[in-house]
């Protein structure tokens, strides 16, 4: 009895002993399996199936009917117009669109107050990040409609003349004709790109306004008795503070800018003639398309895509983890 | 704080920055002003072109009831709840358990396997796209709501797992080590002293993930084709066919659409700024 008290077990199992190391491991499982079947495997098959011609389809036995080609498709890739077309687009979106970095930094420091009411304007010029990108295509796509959309009535007000004809209905004589910007190869990818600044910009304005909340006070005090003040003031003891507000604002700005499908899709789907085509919104097009699907060469676009993102993505993990290494 | 309060200028300054707030509000939001007064006009105004102006009636009962009798919205937004719902309690769930296993437990694979789950979050959705809907077709979740839901899951678990992990990080490790000491079992450190800690966490996650996935379109595009299984994204998109010119209702129904991700906003800002600002401040 006695014995039985002071030993409960004469060793404690494997399980008990290694408690440390198995307990992990029961956590993540769910989360790994689940991940891996459709986030890490996908990756690795894709990249596979860019080596190969596939239309989607499996044969009577249940084998696919996909068709080794080797670097076939990335040598199609190469002499595709559509393909360079869409990359050129990818890079513009890149660049314009880290204006959402300072300009929302911009908005950020013109609503830093604290009058009444405040709060209300805070989260007013936030709302359109909140809002499907599916919705603010609709809106610009009707806001620059040169018949009805804001654009062509203000142009209308400005460059044409009203008149009325006999019958009694009302004729414009315009100037110029309102710009049709969606339908310009040349102005449609910078319409789409200004209207996905708009949710971009309130995204970074409400990093920057939290971060600029937590800027240390003493500093901007001591900075303002030594005479420092506006873009001063902003460049040398503000911004550095707001380094990592900085950092998560570009990080999303650049995958936001890498992803962009949704406005294009609803607002050109590509057009005119592929001229706001980008890679994300290309390879959709190439691999399921009305004639036919073309999985594997649609896979190499996304090859290319996937390509471009890990290179920023390696740099953010570097950066994590350099603070990981730093922090503890 | 800067910039320099508004309170210690002027008066003048200070009336001046008051009264010019409504005004960069209005100008700010002039894309969606103008798309909410489309939607409350009567067609008449739309087909004699006064689209900008005041309207000359409020049709705002007719265009939204014809939004629901006109098309398949009613449905649409159903299907995205069937969606978004699941997809919120299944990856925050996951990574209540993953994120607990990464900021807890020292062991070497922990930061590879963390930054697997961040890095995952990052990449493009096309590199899974062919591989995902063949999965789906294959295993008849083509066309279906659990087919979304289940990818969205997963997906989200790789930012829910960022985020969790971080935010357990964050907390007093001694609050574990004594449980430990106490001689508490592991699942219980987790249920009862770390669980009840990460309750914001898990409102912020809920809130953004119930905002993303809503929002999602382009996998609406891949996994479905009918209008059984469409979230209302895609569904706007195909009232935007049906709804040709008919632009105070296409406008109606966008604006239905945003409304669950909005109202969710207004009611949880704090976890949801907390939520998207994570990391914003050291």
């Known amino acids: 009895m006695t014995d039985a008290v002071q030993h409960p077990q004469a060793a404690p199992s494997w399980l008990k002993r290694n408690k440390l190391a198995v307990a992990p491991w029961i956590f993540l499982i769910p989360a790994l399996i689940f991940f891996a079947i459709y986030v890490v495997i996908p990756i690795f098959e894709s990249l596979w199936l860019s080596l190969y011609e596939w239309n989607g389809l499996y044969g009577p036995d249940g084998e696919s009917t996909a068709e080794w080609v080797g670097f076939a498709n990335y040598a199609k890739l190469w002499d595709d117009p559509n393909f360079w077309t869409s990359l050129r687009n990818n890079i513009a979106w890149l660049i314009l669109y880290m204006l959402a970095v300072p300009l929302g930094l911009f908005i950020a420091l013109f609503l830093n107050q604290t009058v009444t009411g405040m709060r209300f304007y805070k989260s007013m010029f936030f709302f359109p990040f909140v809002i499907s990108q599916v919705v603010v295509g609709l809106i610009f796509g009707w806001f620059y409609n040169p018949d009805f959309g804001v654009v062509g009535t203000v142009w209308k007000a400005i460059f044409c003349e009203e008149t009325t004809n006999i019958l009694g209905n009302v004729t414009f004589t315009c100037s110029r004709p309102a710009p049709d910007i969606l339908s310009s190869p040349e102005w449609a990818t910078y319409g789409i790109i200004a209207a996905g600044l708009w949710p971009q910009i309130a995204y970074c304005m409400i990093l920057y306004l939290t971060g600029l909340n937590n800027v240390a006070a003493d500093q901007i005090e001591a900075a303002r008795l030594d005479g420092a003040k506006g873009w001063k003031m902003l460049w040398y003891v503000v911004v550095p503070q707001l380094k990592p507000a900085t950092f998560i604002a570009v990080v999303v700005t650049v995958i936001g800018a890498l992803r962009s499908f949704d406005m294009i899709a609803i607002m050109t789907q590509g057009g005119p003639f592929g001229s706001t085509n980008v890679l994300s919104h290309y390879m959709y097009e190439v691999a399921i398309s009305e004639y036919g699907e073309r999985y594997g060469y649609g896979s190499s676009v996304a090859t290319v895509l996937f390509g471009i993102m890990l290179f920023f993505i390696s740099y953010f993990l570097w950066r994590m983890y350099q603070d990981e290494k730093g922090g503890r | ?282």
């Open chain 2, 1 to 282: 704080m800067f910039p320099r309060p508004i309170e210690k200028s002027t008066p003048v300054a200070r009336a001046a920055y008051q009264a010019f707030l409504p005004f960069a509000l209005i100008l700010w939001l002039l894309p969606l002003l103008a798309i909410l007064l489309t939607s409350i006009r009567s067609a008449k105004d739309i087909n004699s072109g006064n689209v900008f102006g005041w309207p000359s009636e409020f049709a705002i009962i007719e265009n939204y009831t014809a939004v629901f009798t006109q098309s398949a919205a009613a449905q649409y937004m159903w299907n995205s709840v069937l969606i978004t719902v699941p997809t919120v309690a299944i990856s925050v769930a996951l990574a209540c358990l993953a994120g607990y296993a990464l900021a807890i437990y020292k062991f070497r694979v922990a930061l590879p396997l963390f930054f697997l789950f961040v890095a995952g979050n990052f990449i493009p959705f096309q590199i899974l796209m062919v591989p995902v809907r063949d999965m789906s077709v294959q295993t008849g979740l083509y066309d279906t709501i659990a087919g979304q839901f289940l990818f969205h899951a997963a997906f989200q678990t790789g930012f829910c797992t960022l985020f969790m992990r971080n935010f357990i990080k964050a907390l007093p490790f001694d609050l574990v080590e004594s449980a430990r000491i106490e001689g508490i079992a592991e699942w219980k450190i987790f249920w009862y002293v770390v669980l009840p800690l990460v309750r914001p966490a898990i409102a912020a996650l809920a809130v953004l993930i119930f905002t993303f996935v809503w929002n999602d379109f382009f996998w609406a595009n891949v996994l479905t084709q009918g209008e059984s299984a469409k979230p209302i994204t895609a569904g706007v998109r195909a009232l935007n066919g049906q709804f040709v010119n008919n632009w105070h209702l296409v406008s109606a129904a966008s604006l239905l659409a945003a409304i669950p991700p909005v109202a969710c906003f207004f009611l949880m800002q704090r976890h949801f700024i907390a939520g998207l600002t994570l990391g914003a401040v050291k």
